[in-house]
């Protein structure tokens, strides 16, 4: 084969240095999931191809990817149905499993299954891949990781105040100043749409609203008129296109303007309290702010909204997102399971620190010294010492052929290792070792405690 | 949607404590990787269908999860083919993706594509699932984790040095003693093929010697006798039968065998380099032992074959292997590239810490206390303290909601949570806490310095 090989689109090789900042920042919201007491669950890649279809949407049914039956697949399809040729009929009958489209069918689906063996309120997170078989652009991939924290099983509102401090944990551990958490909840979208005669019209009314950053006012009037919404609303609506100044300042705005819905004022009693108590509590490097506009999926949240903002130098988007759904096991028949959860858009936090420099330089995670190779006896006189550095927690190797010092000295540099030891014959009869400096050149001549001392402080 | 949902036969879910015991392995692994300079990468959980078909044989492209294409996949079957109705010919045609089998066949290509980027010798590992459509059974699965060390781009036997020394750092990090690790290789098994005339029959011979522990002495000269390996060879091969002693009495042996085998002598003198600086340096918990009869996979091996046992008290066979292949990369037309490398068999090494009851209780990684919700305002009382007991990094959640106490202490018990922290009344006006030891029973009033240093001391 001549040909140089390659890896499907929408899906990517991360070399040493990428796995290594990937792993910070999956490592960093690990630990404070770890912290608020979310405890870590995974699922199987693929999931039996009923658990998965239908519940994204039609869009959604043709982004999943499926897997072909093993064996002679096509001796399942009866005649009629192969003569036909209709690959979207002939689907379910030579596939039967389906790769992961996003890690909240999975939970769901987990949540049922194991409904018995779950102490409930269930605070679980999950950070695996997913597929989705999507147009790849930039910044979208067929093969990504998504990152999940919910509770479900308890309908306490604390759980809303516990990830707004969550994001802010994460982020600030990050050191990414300038985050802003937006939150809204569904409970005021109806009760705003209820107020201006809209109920019918909630999905369309919210869609246009949620543009009115891209698209302004204007924009978002016009589109709100040609979904039929009337002039008589639109006025009503007036406030909400200059809502602005202090969280409570928008509560106070938004008492007076839903103080007829019963359902949109339940709506401003929740953000209040998630509000009231952040400010006592106090937030790290993030701010919190309410955005009537925020809408995100609608169909699906029953509460609270939450989306993240990146810092507003960085043209990123959001970087997190979630909110309440009160009907999430319903699709596998367990009623009534209320659930809250959150997520980390990976990919754009990545950028983002990468963006700004924030990765520490200690991430890359290579070795803290190499030990040059003079031949077989220097050699075992560096083994001894390797050993017990790495006794001693301390990262070192050997290069492993004998040869010009020059090349073993560029290696050590390519790696980015920052320091080289040599044993010759004159640190041997001295039972020492060289130590040089890669970066400043320095080179000092010192006994294995020093060594190790000196490694270990730098490591 | 009634049924209770079920996940696909041979895949697995698993709970906040299998993660946590399967993490506690990996985090070992990863470390002691990191200790001997070996950094990670990870490769797509796809691949282009031609990088992996026609790597394992026949039956290894049968066990290969191949994916459908997107869209009305049926259009790019012609009529004549489409009409055959043949599963294997028309698998080309619908799927061009298929999962990954293994981590070695990925590797290759990213070597091979990425061959400008890399410096070598690459000291790389990779900790990622693998699938395979066999038949489900006890301990064999359809995704599992697979765990590989490899360095390619140099032929030094440091390297097989430093891979003993690396499975027996791993398994005593795990407090697993009594592990072997068996240590033969590929040019003396050639050897000895050589020297008794059975060149043109070596891997019957090795494939029947392999055997040796489960089908006893008769049983290997029955199979070799059926194999037509003469009596005469069978008589020149008595030694290995008996082949008893240290591995200084075994190298004798072999060197006095071999003689006349220029290849054979090359393996002894390699296994001699190794088990002598293996000598020198020591091993911590596990022996290093040279097994003849051992030959895993040996077409694919040129050099070093290792193969880990468990300890003998667990039936569990062996939980790692590797070795040496000098053309791992030429699949894909990158010639002369030498590499060796160990595997960990992950599940085997999960259920030997099991057995053995080897798994630290601090794994679970639960929180260290549960804070009892009484109401709103001891509530926040209650989150002021966890939000600094977190900042501390100790582990600390507020039961959700308000409710009876025993419900709320009993959810601490079942998930293992060792304190509970009661933020009543009398606690609040004495600005202190009521910390309770859940095992004990035991309950002391204290102050937030006092409960953060208890809490801290057992984190």
């Excluded at 399942?76 to 909240?104: C, F, G, M, P, Q």
């Excluded at 006896?377 to 010092?405: C, H, N, T, V, W």
Aim: aromatic share 10%; charged share 25%.
């Amino acid at each position: 084969m001549a040909k140089k090989p390659s890896i499907p689109k929408g899906t990517r090789d991360f070399n040493p240095e990428e796995v290594a900042r990937r792993n910070y920042i999956f490592n960093t919201i690990k630990e404070t999931f770890s912290l608020y007491g979310f405890q870590p669950i995974e699922t199987p890649s693929f999931e039996n191809s009923d658990t998965l279809m239908g519940k994204y949407g039609e869009e959604g049914d043709r982004l999943i990817f499926k897997i072909l039956n093993s064996g002679d697949f096509l001796s399942k399809v009866d005649e009629k149905l192969y003569t036909e040729k209709n690959s979207i009929k002939i689907t379910s009958r030579i596939s039967e499993k389906a790769l992961r489209y996003d890690l909240t069918v999975p939970f769901a689906r987990y949540v049922v299954q194991h409904q018995n063996e779950i102490t409930f309120p269930f605070k679980r997170y999950q950070i695996q891949p997913v597929w989705r078989a999507d147009r790849p652009q930039k910044g979208r991939f067929r093969e990504f990781f998504q990152c999940d924290a919910d509770v479900v099983g308890s309908t306490s509102l604390w759980q809303e105040v516990e990830f707004v401090q969550l994001y802010d944990t994460v982020f600030s551990s990050l050191g990414l100043k300038g985050v802003t958490i937006k939150l809204n909840n569904r409970k005021i979208l109806s009760g705003i749409a209820e107020t201006i005669g809209a109920e019918d019209k909630l999905i369309d009314f919210t869609v246009a609203l949620d543009k009115l950053d891209k698209i302004g006012e204007e924009g978002v009037k016009k589109e709100m008129r040609e979904k039929g919404i009337s002039e008589d609303a639109l006025v009503k609506l007036q406030p909400l296109f200059s809502f602005k100044g202090s969280n409570d300042e928008k509560l106070n705005a938004l008492k007076n303007m839903l103080a007829a819905s019963q359902l949109g004022m339940k709506g401003v009693t929740e953000l209040e309290f998630i509000t009231k108590n952040i400010n006592s509590l106090g937030l790290q490097m993030a701010s919190l702010k309410i955005d009537v506009t925020l809408a995100r999926g609608l169909n699906y949240y029953t509460g609270a909204i939450y989306e993240v903002a990146a810092p507003a130098e960085v043209n990123m988007g959001s970087i997190g997102g979630g909110g309440r759904y009160d009907d999430l096991t319903g699709i596998f028949g367990l009623k009534n399971m209320s659930g809250v959860g959150i997520s980390f858009g990976l990919d754009r936090i990545y950028l983002v620190l990468e963006e700004l420099n924030l990765f520490p330089e200690t991430v890359s995670n290579t070795s803290q010294a190499l030990f040059i190779n003079f031949g077989e006896q220097e050699s075992l006189y560096a083994m001894k010492a390797i050993k017990k550095l790495r006794e001693a927690g301390i990262k070192a190797e050997l290069f492993p052929d004998e040869g010009k010092m020059g090349k073993q000295m560029s290696y050590a540099d390519k790696r980015n290792i920052p320091f080289t030891v040599l044993t010759g014959e004159k640190e041997i009869a001295a039972n020492s070792f060289t130590l040089k400096n890669m970066k400043s050149g320095e080179q000092m001549q010192v006994q294995y405690t020093e060594l190790e001392k000196y490694l270990g402080q730098t490591n």
